[in-house]
């Protein structure tokens, strides 16, 4: 019957309003804020203090969801993606004012386009999706703090640009030896996906 639940499936899973989800939506919905304060406003402080928020609720919803059994399908989706737009948007961003040196930002940004393109042709193969890495959140941790404080050095606020070294070097390491650890990942899968098509194809069960 269709609606009858997969042997080993858990309903929790399918949740969506779960408040890891929605401080995910929060994240996302601040992004044109931190846009108008930055562009709109030019009020570098008050936006690097917004995307540092941003950034600590990061850790928050991850922890939130792992220690109060609020993980769900949408989430593992969900915050990942809040995190490249942030990154994208934020950096982005910042990039174009000239508060964050640019090969830094170029890195940290084509890393992320990499990764996410990676990710949208795995999906769109089919492949199963791959779990974010304890260095990958660690690494975006440590730039998301980083990013702001390059634009609060460049604000009223000043002498923030050892912290954001500090910060960013470390999370710019760890971000892009992640990368490096999904390539073997990304192999197994696809080869995981070859087998169940080929045992699909063949009639064999899974």
Same mark, same amino acid.
């Given at each position: 019957?269709?609606?009858? &639940?997969?042997?080993?499936?858990? &309903?929790?899973?399918?949740?969506?309003?779960?408040? &890891?989800?929605?401080?995910?939506?929060?994240?996302?919905?601040?992004?044109?804020?931190?846009?108008?304060?930055?562009?709109?406003?030019?009020?570098?402080?008050? #936006?690097?203090?917004?995307?540092?928020?941003?950034?600590?609720?990061?850790?928050?919803?991850?922890?939130?969801?792992?220690?109060?059994?609020?993980?769900?399908?949408?989430?593992?989706?969900?915050?990942?993606?809040?995190?490249?737009?942030? +990154?994208?948007?934020?950096?982005?961003?910042?990039?174009?004012?000239?508060?964050?040196?640019?090969?830094?930002?170029?890195?940290?940004?084509?890393?992320?386009?990499?990764?996410?393109? #990676?990710?949208?042709?795995?999906?769109?193969?089919?492949?199963?999706?791959?779990?974010?890495?304890? +260095?990958?959140? #660690?690494?975006?941790?440590?730039?998301?703090?980083?990013?702001?404080?390059?634009?609060?050095?460049?604000?009223?606020?000043?002498?923030?640009?050892?912290?954001?070294?500090?910060?960013?070097?470390?999370?710019?390491?760890?971000?892009?030896?992640?990368?490096?650890?999904?390539?073997?990942?990304?192999?197994?899968?696809?080869?995981?996906?070859?087998?169940?098509?080929?045992?699909?194809?063949?009639?064999?069960?899974?």
């Amino acid at each position: 019957m269709g609606d009858t &639940p997969e042997p080993g499936h858990d &309903p929790k899973l399918d949740r969506i309003w779960t408040i &890891p989800n929605v401080i995910s939506v929060v994240r996302l919905a601040c992004l044109p804020l931190f846009l108008w304060l930055l562009f709109g406003k030019e009020d570098r402080a008050t #936006a690097a203090w917004l995307l540092a928020a941003l950034g600590t609720t990061d850790f928050a919803d991850g922890y939130i969801a792992r220690h109060f059994d609020q993980v769900s399908n949408l989430g593992k989706v969900l915050d990942p993606v809040a995190d490249r737009l942030i +990154f994208i948007v934020g950096g982005g961003a910042i990039l174009v004012d000239g508060s964050v040196p640019r090969w830094f930002a170029i890195t940290v940004l084509s890393r992320e386009l990499l990764v996410g393109g #990676a990710t949208l042709v795995l999906g769109a193969m089919g492949v199963r999706r791959i779990d974010v890495t304890w +260095f990958g959140k #660690a690494g975006t941790f440590g730039l998301l703090m980083a990013f702001p404080l390059f634009l609060a050095h460049e604000s009223s606020l000043r002498w923030w640009q050892g912290w954001a070294w500090l910060t960013g070097i470390p999370g710019l390491a760890l971000s892009l030896y992640a990368a490096v650890l999904y390539v073997p990942i990304a192999r197994r899968a696809l080869a995981e996906n070859r087998l169940d098509a080929e045992r699909v194809g063949s009639g064999e069960p899974g």
